[in-house]
């Protein structure tokens, strides 16, 4: 199947700092890339869906000023975790769409902690 | 609202038995079907996707969708203690496409 990569894998920060999580679609063009976030013995939520040149779609109650996304090219779409507090550690998943045929791939996945 | 259903589970089966996971969904216009395995602390992996009525087989997997009866089911063959994950049904529908996920079925495979 598709490969779809993140970076890092694993982020510890201090509460306050912002962090960067990439997602590339390593071997077809994405354009849609998808957020989520899991917690613990939690069910995915979706965050936001980024489309490839334009803003992010926001699902209610995140807020976008916080989880910044940028899709600047077909094949990456970042997520930044601006002013991360210890209520934002969970497990951050991307998700990339290959259009041809219609199917979603994930990324491995980045753990987040804010100690 | 568009939902996905599957029962939590954890549905038990014994290693070498059928496992057999449901997924209903509510919305008559879905296209696309999938199926996802999740283990403990990592990311979903598409493992089945199926786009029309009838069964789909992979191996030791059997995807099969009724879209009359609005079900898609996954059947895993001779089933292994490395099957034991959480199993993930997603539907594709509406004017965007979005995946709809269900909340899944953990499954427990006993030697």
């Known amino acids: 199947g598709a490969v779809v990569s993140q970076h890092p894998s694993r982020v510890i920060c201090k509460s306050g700092t912002s962090v960067k999580i990439e997602c590339r679609s390593l071997?077809?063009?994405?354009?849609?890339m998808f957020w989520y976030r899991q917690f613990p013995k939690q069910s995915l939520m979706l965050m936001a869906t980024?489309?490839?040149?334009?803003?992010?779609?926001?699902e209610q109650g995140v807020e976008k000023d916080k989880f910044l996304i940028n899709h600047a090219s077909l094949t990456l779409s970042t997520l930044t975790v601006t002013s991360a507090h210890p209520e934002d550690s969970s497990f951050y998943i991307c998700?990339?769409?290959?259009?041809?045929?219609?199917?979603?791939?994930f990324g491995p996945g980045t753990r987040l902690t804010v100690l | 609202q568009k939902e996905v259903e599957q029962n939590s589970g954890p549905l038990s089966v014994p290693e070498g038995a059928i496992a057999s996971l449901n997924c209903t969904y509510s919305?008559?216009?879905?296209?696309?079907f999938f199926w996802y395995r999740q283990y403990s602390g990592k990311s979903p992996e598409l493992i089945m996707s199926?786009?029309?009525?009838g069964d789909k087989e992979d191996g030791r997997f059997t995807a099969q969708l009724n879209k009359a009866s609005q079900y898609v089911s996954l059947l895993i063959r001779d089933s292994q203690p490395s099957d034991s994950a959480t199993y993930l049904c997603?539907?594709?529908?509406?004017?965007?496409?979005?995946?709809?996920f269900g909340g899944g079925t953990r499954l427990m495979v006993k030697p």
């Open positions: 199926i786009y029309s009525n």
């Open positions: 919305d008559r216009v879905s296209q696309s």
């Open positions: 071997d077809f063009q994405a354009t849609t």
């Open positions: 998700s990339a769409r290959d259009p041809r045929p219609d199917t979603q791939y």
């Open positions: 980024s489309n490839e040149g334009s803003k992010a779609t926001y």
């Open positions: 997603a539907v594709t529908s509406g004017a965007g496409n979005m995946l709809t």
